[in-house]
RNA sequence: GGGCGGGUAGCUCAGCUGGUCAGAGCACCUGGUUUACACCCAGGAUGUCGUGGGUUCGAGCCCCGCCCCGCCCACCA
């Protein structure tokens, strides 16, 4: 193995063999495991949203597939209309042309050429991120079969009568040209203002200067420009102050037109002066109060934002704002302006371009929602899908619950056109097919128009599980991989995808389409902003993997990641990824260097093995160390294994981090040393032995977070026996046996054995740094105290080896009291004294003693008045006082030994 | 206006159903030419766990109030 790992040259190399392998295709064996991926747009290029989303589902997926599970995650992408035909129109605009100059058909032609030479950016970008998708299976939501998809549901929906078209006041985004959904809506704070304007009431006096009128009622409004399309102006039916104004009406200034004043409970007492203008045709609650009231809806605007010819000659053509200004400034020179103020309250902007948002009355599509969210949260209430973390259940139940119809309509050309037809006898309907004839007169195609619509985005997107898996052709793919197992996405899209998912799934196919969504947080920067283009302070997942690794931006995800909470994250922390990585890759140089000593030695044997299986060729000789380590792997093993099964990525990550870094590099492996160098040969084998057994299982648990370096040390090593061998197919590991734990011998005492020793130890070590200063004379004497004879000796032949190290003058075994103590192995081994000598800093090491001292006293005045406490002898269970009675003898324990200290230095 | 999340060491965060829970990594300080690794090893210092009450024998952990930061939802013109 190379001294230096190149993460470069190894990620570059581990992806082709994989995917011309067939490593990632479901093996049709096991219990099915399956995956969608969410799908990126098509426009998108990956960023660390999809860095952290995606590496979720990989380590998810190549956990399931090295526990034998047939796994399949399905890979793909979203069409993504308006985001989509806005980059394109981008591009033309730069030739100076406009959509329109091509023409619907060759404009989408020119999308498709888009897609096929732009689109695959981001399914690159997975493969270098290293995700184990099958693409065989790669999905896009505008290929024939999800189209027919889309098609499908769109006809069963209208024939059941759950899609219906409709003059309403939907959102509408000037710049895009186009209907937006509720949610396609982002709502900022503004700093606007709220005018005052005076409407005359009719029969008060005459004139057309607004101060000329007595009697004037004032309405307060953040939007003059829409004046002109006031229809009426409200108040509430109780507001007795404005009870006389009943049946009245006023005049609308700058058009003189008479509008009534009409009673309605939507109007806010407290609001502005309690009377509101209704707009009917621009606003959604105006809308609603004109449907009560029959009143006119008066359109004045195009669908560009400009004024229309109804706005009045004097501001048709104007821009939306500029006409703002013209109305204000004529309301003031006619009087009619009382006063302003300033006025914060929420805009809606377009989420794709930021353009402000108007409310248009246009005819749309929708479909009725309410029948189609009740099974889908009885799924959820019902368990069936399960949601982590589970607070996002609330979420979901709330808007289900409020849910309300979904406008599906968009004026856009890139997209799933709506299947409706029209024939010139006036029958309307839909179809999947495109139609030769009509159905009701048979006229022919000549005769027939197709609705020029296209559908929401989110309309094939919420169809995917399925969709990609054949429907609506029953597959061999969907009898197997339907319903998924898990989806994992932030949970910024609930509402636009998750929730519609779990509709489609049960109105459609029957059954839900996953079973548990995990939900994980946003990735933030350091500052805590989301991370996003137009802030530029967005990491560039591509940049990390160039700079540390594909690998280092992996597990430094996993191990941030807490459920639900927010990624915060800054360039610099995928140092601990880095060096993880080439930690695992030392430790290798390490193992190869000495397996290679060993005569005819495989790594291949112990590919699919699990710890203690190599080692139990001669039980006897095991020391307390390998017996250590091998409970150790367990424990993380199973860990790991929770807190997979938990979600809890970062909590996974740790478990295998510490493992590796702490337990197996930094004590097993420095210990081994002693046997690896020294001259027994058949000890020797037995420890390589133990250390492929145990770094092979290392391996295979970090590889769902480290696909690459794992894979390579798997082969460099010889676990693997040809170069498709993939260890992602190589078995999880399982706990020892119950039966081989008791044959090797790996019991508490073990640990509890090398816990006390690695003190020894690390009492030493400070030993020794504390007395380098001093001349060679001037040794260190150790005295251990232990609390049963045979611990008594074997602390002793450690601290003699460790004395040797340190070149300490003497090991001395206390006796007497300190032997006779607690029987029982596992408090019988505590930590060690030491006795000092040497000129070191005798008053410093006093003072510290005495303080320590000082401590442990008090924290036994607490234990000791707990213990003479009635209530809490009375009241805690007796596990609690037991543990507290142990607490007082530890205290004791140290007490005496740091009085001994004290002593000795005295 | 409603709902949710967070406020724990200088920084980024862990702390599961109340009883060694005061932790990890980074940064910092000290020491290290021991034959896997300085992207390393060994050792060390650092916190009235946002705040005020309450429940309990016992509270970062449960309850109530308050203060910050962030997110989501909402038709107040």
């Not at 005076?198 to 006096?205: D, K």
């Not at 004032?218 to 007795?240: H, I, Q, S």
């Not at 309690?274 to 009231?293: C, Q, S, W, Y």
């Not at 809490?872 to 609690?880: D, E, H, M, T």
Request: hydrophobic share 40%.
């Amino acid at each position: 193995m190379d001294k230096h790992y190149d993460p470069k040259a190894v990620e570059a190399k581990w992806y082709p063999i994989w995917e011309n392998s067939g490593a990632f295709k479901p093996s049709g064996k096991g219990r099915p495991y399956s995956v969608v991926i969410p799908p990126p747009n098509v426009t998108g290029i990956l960023h660390m949203g999809h860095a952290l989303n995606d590496t979720i589902q990989d380590v998810l997926v190549r956990w399931h597939r090295m526990r034998g599970d047939d796994t399949l995650w399905i890979p793909g992408t979203d069409h993504a209309g308006i985001a989509t035909q806005n980059v394109v129109e981008k591009a033309l605009r730069k030739e100076g042309k406009r959509r329109q100059d091509l023409g619907r058909e060759a404009f989408v032609q020119r999308v498709w050429e888009w897609k096929k030479q732009y689109g695959g950016t981001i399914v690159r970008q997975l493969r270098a991120l290293g995700c184990s998708c099958d693409w065989s299976h790669e999905r896009f939501t505008m290929d024939e079969g999800l189209s027919r998809a889309v098609a499908q549901v769109f006809t069963r929906l209208y024939d059941e009568g759950l899609v219906y078209r409709g003059n309403y006041i939907v959102n509408w985004c000037p710049r895009c040209g186009t209907a937006l959904a509720d949610d396609e809506v982002e709502h900022e704070p503004n700093h606007g203002h709220l005018w005052y304007v005076r409407y005359p009431v009719v029969g008060s006096a005459a004139g057309v200067n607004g101060e000329a009128y007595k009697d004037y009622i004032m309405v307060a409004t953040t939007r003059p420009e829409t004046l002109p399309g006031d229809t009426a102006v409200a108040v509430n039916p109780k507001d007795e102050r404005y009870l006389h104004l009943h049946g009245k009406t006023v005049i609308l200034p700058l058009t003189g037109r008479e509008i009534p004043v009409l009673p309605d409970d939507y109007v806010e007492r407290e609001f502005g002066t309690g009377i509101v203008k209704i707009t009917p045709a621009h606003d959604p609650n105006d809308f609603l109060v004109g449907k009560r009231h029959g009143l006119a809806e008066i359109n004045i605007m195009n669908g560009d934002g400009t004024m229309n010819d109804l706005a009045g000659a004097a501001y048709a053509g104007l821009d939306r704002f500029e006409c703002r200004e013209r109305i204000v400034n004529d309301l003031e020179s006619g009087g009619f302006l009382d006063h302003v103020e300033d006025y914060d309250n929420q805009v809606g902007h377009c989420y794709r371009c930021h353009t402000v948002v108007e409310s248009r009355l246009s005819p749309q599509w929708f479909v009725k929602m309410k029948p189609l969210a009740e099974p889908a949260l009885e799924a959820v209430k019902s368990g069936k899908i399960a949601f982590t973390p589970k607070r996002y259940e609330n979420t979901y139940f709330n808007w289900m619950e409020g849910i309300r119809d979904w406008c599906i309509s968009r004026q856009i050309w890139w997209g799933h056109r709506i299947p409706v037809y029209y024939c010139e006898c006036g029958h309307e309907w839909a179809a999947a097919e495109k139609p030769e004839r009509c159905p009701k007169c048979g006229a022919d195609a000549s005769k027939i128009t197709q609705d020029p619509d296209v559908l929401d985005t989110w309309f094939s997107s919420w169809l995917w599980p399925f969709s990609t898996l054949g429907w609506p052709d029953s597959t061999d793919d969907l009898a197997r991989y339907y319903p998924t197992a898990d989806l994992c996405t932030a949970p910024d899209i609930i509402f636009f995808w998750v929730a519609r998912m779990i509709m489609a799934g049960c109105k459609f196919m029957g059954e839900v389409p996953f079973r548990n969504v995990n939900f994980h947080g946003v990735v933030r920067d350091a500052q805590g902003r989301k991370m996003s283009k137009s802030l530029g302070n967005s990491l560039d997942p591509l940049e990390i993997i160039g700079k540390y690794s594909a690998d280092a931006l992996r597990f430094t995800l996993m191990q941030t990641t807490s459920p639900g909470i927010d990624v915060f994250i800054s360039m610099d922390k995928f140092e601990i990824g880095r060096n993880f990585g080439t930690k695992i890759w030392n430790a290798a140089r390490f193992i190869q260097m000495h397996a290679g000593k060993i005569p005819g030695f495989s790594f291949a044997a112990h590919s699919g093995s699990n710890p203690g299986d190599a080692a139990g060729a001669a039980p006897e000789r095991l020391s307390p160390d390998d017996r250590h380590i091998l409970a150790t792997a367990d424990a993380a093993l199973a860990a790991m294994d929770a807190a997979l099964a938990g979600y809890r990525f970062q909590d996974a990550a740790l478990a295998v981090y510490d493992f590796v870094w702490s337990q197996l590099c930094d004590w097993y492996l420095e210990v081994a040393k002693r046997d690896l160098y020294g001259a027994d040969d058949a000890r020797r084998a037995q420890v390589v032995a133990i250390l492929a057994d145990v770094f092979g299982r290392a391996l295979r648990m970090i590889h769902p977070f480290m696909p690459f370096v794992t894979e390579e040390i798997w082969h460099q090593l010889g676990y693997a026996t040809s170069e498709t061998d993939s260890i992602s197919h190589a078995p999880w590991p399982e706990p020892m046996s119950g039966e081989l734990r008791a044959a090797l011998g790996v019991t508490e005492e073990i640990r509890s054995y090398v816990n006390a020793r690695h003190d020894l130890i690390t009492a030493g070590r400070a030993v020794r740094a504390g007395i380098s200063a001093l001349k060679p004379s001037d040794k260190p004497a150790f005295v251990v105290s232990a609390k049963t004879p045979e611990a008594a000796i074997r602390l002793k032949e450690e601290a003699e080896l460790l004395a040797g190290f340190l070149g300490a003058s003497s090991v001395e075994i206390l006796s007497g009291e300190h032997l006779s103590g607690m029987p029982t192995a596992d408090t019988a081994l505590g930590t060690i004294g030491l006795k000092l000598s040497g000129s070191i800093d005798a008053e410093a090491e006093r003072k510290k003693a005495r303080d320590e001292i000082a401590k442990l006293e008090g924290f036994l005045r607490t234990v000791e008045a707990k213990l003479s406490n009635e209530t809490f002898l009375g009241k805690a269970p007796p596990a609690i006082v037991a543990q507290q009675k142990a607490r007082r003898e530890e205290l004791l324990a140290d007490l005496a030994r740091k009085r001994a200290v004290l002593a000795s230095l005295s």
